[in-house]
């Protein structure tokens, strides 16, 4: 951390940090993204092909991505409230 290569890793990926930066939604989109490419391979019977597997592995790390990105957005776009 005293290095400084935290934050050089997180201005070279700015959408990986995005991802922790959104972290109870990308978690639990991150588990129904699991359980639906899981669920599908199994169906397809595909669960033992690699290409199938890395290709369901490459769609949830870029639905991940597109929610944190959403969440992001939701966050700053929606107008805030006045509590008072």
């Excluded at 599908?40 to 033992?48: K, M, N, P, Q, V």
């Excluded at 290409?51 to 991940?64: E, S, Y």
């Amino acid at each position: 951390m005293r290095l400084g290569w935290v934050r050089r890793l997180a201005e070279s990926l700015p959408a990986v940090a995005n991802v922790g930066q959104q972290g109870l939604v990308c978690f639990v989109g991150g588990a129904v993204a699991s359980n639906v490419v899981d669920t599908l391979l199994r169906a397809t019977h595909l669960d033992t092909y690699f290409p199938a597997r890395l290709a369901g592995d490459l769609l949830a790390i870029g639905a991940l991505v597109t929610l944190a990105g959403g969440a992001r957005w939701l966050k700053t776009a929606r107008p805030r409230l006045a509590l008072t």
